[in-house]
């Protein structure tokens, strides 16, 4: 795991994070525990575009299975989650 304190980043600046870059995304560790990630441009914008790809076949697939009829219909909230609690 690629990883960078946040005292690190404190001391050194963006170079740190710049160094940290070039092997990879960057876990930052701040009281011992890792608190972000950071990607590159390019990196965030590819998983970016696979989520967005996933979204809109996931949306597909729900209209696919309402046009076949593969949808349950429930007149109330109350209902449905009663459905999904037995």
Same mark, same amino acid.
Do not use: C, W
């Given at each position: 795991?690629?990883?960078?304190?946040?005292?690190?980043?404190?001391?050194?600046?963006?170079?740190?994070?710049?160094?940290? +870059?070039?092997?990879?995304?960057?876990?930052?560790?701040?009281?011992?525990?890792?608190?972000?990630?950071?990607?590159?441009? &390019?990196?965030?914008?590819?998983?970016?575009?696979?989520?967005?790809? +996933?979204?809109?076949?996931?949306?597909?697939?729900?209209?696919?299975?309402?046009?076949?009829?593969?949808?349950?219909?429930?007149?109330?909230? &109350?209902? +449905?989650?009663?459905?999904?609690?037995?």
């Amino acid at each position: 795991m690629n990883t960078i304190t946040a005292q690190e980043i404190k001391r050194r600046g963006i170079s740190a994070v710049d160094d940290a +870059l070039k092997k990879g995304p960057v876990h930052v560790i701040k009281n011992n525990e890792p608190s972000y990630v950071v990607l590159a441009e &390019e990196q965030f914008n590819i998983l970016v575009e696979e989520g967005d790809t +996933l979204f809109a076949d996931r949306i597909r697939e729900s209209l696919e299975d309402y046009q076949k009829g593969r949808v349950k219909k429930y007149p109330s909230v &109350e209902e +449905l989650m009663k459905d999904i609690s037995s």
